[in-house]
């Protein structure tokens, strides 16, 4: 390791090496194998030949173009074995997430406050307030949608995501 920051460029690629050999939780696989149908040959098993190396140069070049082709034919089987795994975990992340979440359910009428997004022309910076308000609710849309009313009765053309109101207790 380096003492100083000025030389993380020459660790970089022993962190890039470690990353890519690194099988990961979503798939089950490393991003090496996903992308080249093989395992990694790590820097120390070419220079302290494992069984697997030793069995590799063995061969002579017509059964190591059958065992590559081989490699090859059973990449696609790999990919999508790692593209089931990451559908199986995008489950249970969904799953796992759902038990938390709590609905919220908005009534015609009640009071709101919407927040001010910082793309938004209402945007004043970040040390102005968050929200502008209170609204009043007009209809609730499915998928979580309401149409919001300004105090006046003038209702907005567009309708407003859940997530970015509030409920506004007076």
């Not at 070419?46 to 002579?60: G, K």
Request: charge should be positive; aromatic fraction near 12%; charged fraction near 25%.
């Amino acid at each position: 390791m380096t003492n100083n920051h000025k030389g993380w460029h020459e660790q970089l690629p022993y962190a890039l090496l470690g990353y890519r050999t690194t099988a990961r939780t979503s798939t089950r696989a490393t991003s090496y194998l996903l992308v080249y149908g093989t395992e990694t040959v790590i820097p120390a098993e070419v220079e302290i030949p494992s069984l697997r190396i030793i069995q590799e140069a063995e061969l002579d070049n017509i059964k190591w173009v059958q065992a590559w082709y081989e490699q090859l034919s059973l990449i696609d089987k790999k990919r999508i074995a790692a593209v089931c795994h990451s559908q199986l975990y995008r489950q249970r992340m969904a799953r796992s997430f759902n038990k938390r979440v709590r609905t919220r359910l908005f009534q015609i009428g009640q009071m709101v406050l919407k927040r001010i997004f910082p793309h938004q022309d209402e945007y004043k910076g970040k040390f102005a307030p968050n929200w502008q308000g209170p609204y009043v609710v007009r209809k609730v849309l499915s998928g979580g949608a309401v149409i919001l009313a300004e105090m006046d009765g003038q209702e907005w053309p567009k309708s407003i995501n859940s997530d970015a109101i509030k409920c506004y207790y007076a």
